[in-house]
């Protein structure tokens, strides 16, 4: 055997929830959450900004609470529920965080607006976000490069007071 033969590359079989799909693939174990979404399976919402974890623009939730796709190996989300943008709504019906984005017009280029939306809704989960500056701390890892922040706070309050009602009255969302 040739000692310097390129050693073949071990692959991991990944299954997990995706927007309420189940997905099984055979990936490298390099590969992070943000680049199997993008690549394998063609879900672009999630958008990659920094790569690094600084922008939020690949914020996804695993398992209900706010993760940075760009820093999470995939391999590390055998057996997790995932939800991206594209799972928040309910078939046509919009979930209220994103209904609230619109009415506020949080966005102008909108690359930033899916990783806001769903760290938005993870913030909803966590049950915190009660007031404004609450909500700017709370939402600190999610840069905005059009500068659209006084929007988006005003959304993101609006939606969770719209959250709320709906847990309160027994809604599903995540
Ligand atoms: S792309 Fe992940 S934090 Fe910027
Ligand atoms: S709307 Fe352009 S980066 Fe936020």
New binding site residues.
């Given amino acids: 055997m040739n000692a310097n033969a390129p050693r073949p590359i071990e692959r991991h079989t990944l299954s997990f929830t995706l927007n309420g799909d189940s997905k099984q693939l055979n990936i490298p174990p390099w590969l992070t959450l ?1 680049d199997v979404l993008r690549d394998e399976l063609n879900l672009t919402g999630t ?13 996804v939730l695993r398992d209900g609470k706010r993760v ?4 999470t190996l995939a391999v590390m989300c055998d057996g997790a529920e995932i939800t991206t943008v594209e799972g928040l709504a309910t078939g046509d019906e919009l979930h209220p965080m994103q209904r609230a984005f619109i009415k506020h017009d949080a966005f102008q280029c909108g690359y930033c607006t899916p ?1 806001q939306l769903c760290s938005a809704v993870g913030l909803a989960r966590e049950g915190r976000g009660t007031d404004r500056d609450q909500i700017k701390e709370l939402m600190s ?1 999610n840069l905005c490069r059009c500068g659209a922040y006084s929007n988006i706070i005003a959304a993101v309050e609006e939606g969770l007071m719209a959250s709320r009602d709906e847990q309160v009255e027994g809604g599903t969302q995540p």
């Fill in positions: 943000l958008k990659k900004g920094c790569d690094h974890g600084q922008c939020g623009a690949c914020t940075n796709a760009c820093l990783g890892g």
